[in-house]
């Protein structure tokens, strides 16, 4: 190893322990909230493209009880166009449901998820991820019937 490249190397390690000594002690003493997002990963995300809804226009079911809202008992699969791209279907309900869909792109993969209410009242939401023309199933618990929303966020 030449001269040149172990001053680069030990250039390097200090820049290393640097960086480690500035990480370690910018950390805050409390123990954080889990849920909260850091305001650098909400700008970085910012600056991405968010994926887009599907159209709820482009939802289509036996169950369909008017563009975009859905009415069954038991339940309902519901067919999605292509989107032409990754796009996410959205899903609201007052009350829980369980939605069963492939996974996107090549994978020979079926995720399933029961979605409960959030404490704070605002629903069910389910978010599923489409790349290309797929079915996607929808079940409610009980005898009675549900209503599901195909939403745009």
């Known amino acids: 190893m030449s001269g040149r490249q172990k001053a680069l190397l030990g250039l390097l390690a200090v820049a290393?322990?640097?960086?480690?000594?500035v990480a370690v002690g910018a950390g805050r003493g409390d123990r954080g909230d889990p849920g909260a997002r850091h305001g650098l990963v909400?700008?970085?995300?910012?600056?991405?493209?968010e994926r887009a809804a599907v159209d709820p226009a482009t939802v289509s079911a036996d169950c369909l009880a008017e563009p975009g809202r859905l009415?069954?008992?038991?339940g309902c699969v519901l067919r999605v166009a292509d989107p032409g791209g990754l796009r996410t279907l959205v899903l609201r309900s007052t009350a829980r449901f369980t939605v069963v869909a492939p996974a996107p792109g090549d994978?020979?993969?079926t995720i399933r998820d029961e979605v409960?209410?959030?404490?704070?009242?605002?629903?069910?939401?389910?978010?599923?991820?489409v790349?290309?023309?797929t079915e996607v199933g929808?079940?409610?618990?009980?005898?009675g019937s549900?209503?599901?929303?195909v939403a745009t966020s």
């Open 16 to 21: 290393l322990v640097a960086l480690f000594v």
């Open 42 to 49: 909400d700008r970085l995300g910012a600056l991405g493209a």
């Open 71 to 74: 009415v069954f008992s038991g």
């Open 107 to 109: 994978a020979d993969l």
């Open 116 to 129: 409960e209410p959030a404490p704070d009242g605002t629903g069910a939401v389910a978010k599923v991820a």
């Open 131 to 133: 790349d290309q023309a």
């Open 138 to 143: 929808v079940r409610c618990p009980g005898l």
């Open 146 to 149: 549900c209503t599901v929303v």
